[in-house]
């Protein structure tokens, strides 16, 4: 049991390597838009507030300014990052809808109760939410809800979220959405992107669930 609470706040090793390739063309133009997504536009404007955001978080955290200069050469693809995380966070969306899954309130919170017990409380959540994925504190409860919507999704299918089942479904989901990325920020696709890897909701839950 010891070993499986160690793993509550530690990414799934082996994601960025067995997650297929999630692609959609970027060669349509839509000024403005940061990317779209089932035509609905993401903004740059919207991208932009979404650093900030974190920008902001980080500097409240790090008050030590050569301190705060170095959190951000450690995020210098930040915007990139962030983008790829709002398309793949509405493509999860979209598959656990079409599987008939949602999360709850109640459920939301029973996760986040156990892991802030196991962090050492909300800040130490917080922080290590931050620090690891880049979700500002306000983006929290946000993030742990698509970590509940994706362990249900996942159950659903009778898969765990590092198997090609699940990545089967996002990728059906990925081509319903005919994502179009504006080509300043990468082509969508999760292995180069290395989004995966930073992906909070990518990751076993099963322990904190059991302490609640």
Request: aromatic content about 4%; glycine content about 8%; overall charge positive.
């Amino acid at each position: 049991m010891h070993r499986r609470r160690r793993t509550a706040l530690v990414l799934t090793a082996v994601i960025a390597a067995a997650a297929p390739a999630l692609t959609a063309c970027g060669d349509a133009a839509h000024p403005g838009a940061a990317a779209v997504v089932g035509g609905q536009r993401i903004t740059v404007a919207q991208l932009q507030s979404r650093v900030d955001e974190v920008r902001r978080a980080q500097r409240a955290a790090v008050p030590d300014e050569t301190q705060y200069q170095q959190a951000v050469a450690r995020t210098g693809s930040l915007g990139r990052d962030t983008l790829h995380q709002m398309v793949l966070d509405r493509v999860l969306d979209g598959a656990a809808r079409d599987a008939g899954v949602t999360a709850t309130r109640r459920e939301v919170q029973a996760l986040r109760a156990g892991l802030e017990q196991q962090a050492g409380g909300a800040k130490g959540l917080e922080t290590a939410w931050l620090q690891q994925y880049g979700v500002p504190p306000q983006r929290l409860d946000d993030s742990l809800r698509l970590q509940v919507e994706a362990q249900k999704l996942a159950a659903r299918l009778h898969t765990e979220t590092s198997q090609p089942a699940f990545w089967k479904a996002l990728s059906a989901e990925s081509g319903k959405l005919h994502i179009d990325l504006n080509p300043r920020y990468g082509a969508w696709d999760v292995q180069k992107g290395g989004v995966a890897a930073k992906t909070p909701w990518l990751r076993d839950v099963s322990a904190a669930q059991r302490t609640t």
